[in-house]
C-alpha cells in the first residue's frame, strides 16, 4: 500500500466549516491519509459552535479574528499564518473551500510553496466582481491556482471549462452543504434537545407563518442594508406573519438591523444560532429571506422558497430549478415578491416543490475518491 498522503484542510469562517466537515469526518475515517486542519479563526464564536457539533478539533488554530477587521490587514495575517503552518507540516495538499479571505489566503500561501492545491465548490462565478465582493475575485484566484477543482455543479463546471482551466482537473462531485444538512438532520432525530432552541418563539409565534431572515453580504453594507430592514419593517405590519432573524456578528450589521427594527412585534432578532437550531428555522419556516450563499442552497433541500436580496448570485442553478427567485434589496420588490408568495399558494408550491439542484448528500465520499487519485 502506498504511503498515506497528508492532506491539511485550511477554513476559517461558518460556513467554510460548515461545508468542510463532512470532507473532514470522511478523510478522518480513511487510512490512505493523514488529516490535519488548519482553522483561520477568522470568524470564532460563529465557526467555534460548528466545530462544536461536528466534533472537530483543529490541529492548528491561528485565532486571527479581529473586531470589524479590514481585508487587507485579514488577508496579511492569514498569509503569513498559513505560510508558517505549510512550512511546518509540509503537506501534500492544500484543501480550502468556496471564497472566503481564508480560502484565497491558503490556497495563495500553498502556490507560494508549490503544495498543490485542491477547491471545493469550485467553478461559483456572477460574472460580476463588485456581486458578492470580494468572493467574486477570491474564487477566480483560487480557480487560477488550483489542481483540482471539486464543482458542484454541471454549471460551476462549465464556467471553470469556460476559463480554459483544463477539463481533466474539473470534477462534478456535488455540494458538501447537504452532506452537512443531511448529517445534522439524522444528528438532531437522534439528540432532538440539540435544536430546541426556538421554543420559546415558536410559542411566541404560534399560529402565524414564519419567514427566516438572514443577511450579510459586505456589498449590502449601506443603502442595501437599509432596503432589507424597510422591508422586513413592511411585513412585520401583517397579522398573519412574524419573522425571525438571528443577525450576523458583522458590526455592519448588528447597527443597521438593531437600530431600524429593534422592538418590532412581529420581528424577533436574535444571535446567531448555531448549526442545528438554524437547520430548525428552516425547517419552521415558511419561506427564507437572505443573501447568504450556504442558505441559497440549503432551503430548497428543506422544500422552502428562497427569496435572495442580491443583484446577482453565483447560484444560477436555483433560479433555474425555481426553488428561488432574485429579488435585490429594493424594499418595494423584497415585499412585493414575499407577500406574492405569502398570497399565492400556487406560487407558493410551485417553488416549495421544485427539485434541489444542489447536491445528494454523497459529494465528500466523491471528494475523498479523487483526492486519492
Ligand atoms: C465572511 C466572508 C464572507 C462569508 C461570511 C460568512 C470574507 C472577505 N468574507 O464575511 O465571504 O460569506 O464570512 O459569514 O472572507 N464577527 C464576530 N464573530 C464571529 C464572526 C464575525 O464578532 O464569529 C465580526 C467581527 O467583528 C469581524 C466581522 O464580524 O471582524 C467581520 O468578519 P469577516 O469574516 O471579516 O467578514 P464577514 O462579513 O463575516
Ligand atoms: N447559519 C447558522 N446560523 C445562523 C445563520 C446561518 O448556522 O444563524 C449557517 C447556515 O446553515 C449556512 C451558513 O451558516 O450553512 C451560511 O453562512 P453565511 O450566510 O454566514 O455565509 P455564506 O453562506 O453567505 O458564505
Redesign the pocket.
Known sequence: MNAPQKILTVF????EAIKMFPLVHALDADDRFISKICVSG???????QVLQIAGIMPHFDLDL?????T?DS?TANLLTGIGRVLDAEQPDWVVVQ???????AGALAAYYRKIPVAHVEAGLRSGNIQH?W??EV?RKIIGSMAALHFAPTQTAADALLRENVEPAAVHITGNTVIDALYWITRKIEIQPELATGLAPLEARFAGKRIIGVTC???ENFGGGMVGIAAAIQRLAARDDVAMIFPV??????QEVMNGLLAGLENVALIE?LDYPNFARLIGICDLMLTD??GVQEEAPALGKPVLVMRETTERPEGIAAGTARLVGTDADRIVAEASHLLDSPSAYDAMAQAHNPFGDGKSAGRIVELLAG
Open positions: 476559517g469562517t461558518r460556513p477568522q470568524h470564532r464564536g460563529m465557526l467555534d479574528m479581529q473586531p470589524n477587521q481585508l485579514l468556496g471564497d472566503t479571505a481564508t480560502a484565497m458578492p470580494p468572493e477570491n450579510h453580504r459586505r450576523h456578528l458583522n458590526p455592519n450589521v446567531p447568504s450563499g
